[in-house]
């Protein structure tokens, strides 16, 4: 299978839950978190999830970090991506780590939307991951313009029109920006997805480590 086929087979894993906070792209507001928001934020009610496609769930609790625990979705079809997913807890309040639990499409997953982590309320934070392979990128790059590469701002008309319509400070987001891309790692920014070289050693994708694609999951997922 491959990554064209992958994300043309959604299902919606969060069933109901309204998009609240943040999508992909660059935040409302300048006082919270990075300026850059690489997922889509999803309402903590209903609490649920529900498995997207055939695969297997790990979920562990990673206290002291931003996400508070990880929740990573592969798909059977290893087509080197997965879902990511912050903020959740267990729906029994164990905090045993889950390791590789298969389920079916549509099954309920033992865990739910949390308040842990860096959060402002129950909700979660979903990120598409994605190995950054030569073929990869060439399918994310086909749609949407680039905005950072090459250790330098390529377009900011897409930042300057953001910061106009929230009342934002351009200087101040494009200095927060600039930090934000040398803490994590950043290397590409485009309209739908970014590069990052590495991710935390707590989301490692199950391939392994390198650089990996974040995509806009409600753009090629409807999640």
């Known amino acids: 299978m491959t990554i064209r086929q992958f994300i043309r087979d959604d299902y919606p894993f969060r069933p109901a839950a309204g998009y609240s906070g943040d999508s992909f792209g660059f935040r409302k507001q300048s006082s919270i978190g990075s300026p850059l928001h690489p997922g889509q934020d999803r309402s903590g009610n209903p609490d649920h999830i529900v498995m997207p496609f ?4 790990s979920w562990n609790l990673k206290p002291g970090t931003a996400w508070g625990s990880c929740a990573r979705i592969v798909p059977d079809a290893d087509v080197h991506c997965e879902i990511q997913i912050a903020h959740t807890i267990r729906h029994d309040r164990s905090r045993a780590a889950i390791h590789n639990y298969s389920y079916n499409q549509g099954d309920a997953l033992p865990i739910v ?70 803490t994590w790692g950043i290397s590409e920014i485009w309209e739908h997805f970014i590069i990052r070289n590495a991710l ?21 997922l409807e999640l």
């Open 54 to 57: 055939d695969g297997k769930l």
């Open 113 to 182: 939307a949390g308040d842990i982590g860096l959060s402002a309320g129950a909700h979660t934070h979903t990120e598409l991951v994605v190995e950054n392979t030569a073929k990869h990128y060439a399918y994310f790059r086909t749609e949407g313009g680039l905005i950072y590469a090459d250790g330098a701002i390529q377009n900011d008309t897409i930042i300057r029109k953001h910061c106009f319509r929230y009342n934002l400070s351009y200087a101040h987001v494009i200095q927060r920006l600039l930090e934000q891309i040398h």
């Open 200 to 220: 935390p050693d707590y989301r490692t994708p199950h391939w392994g480590y390198g650089s990996v694609i974040i995509a806009d999951t409600r753009r090629y």
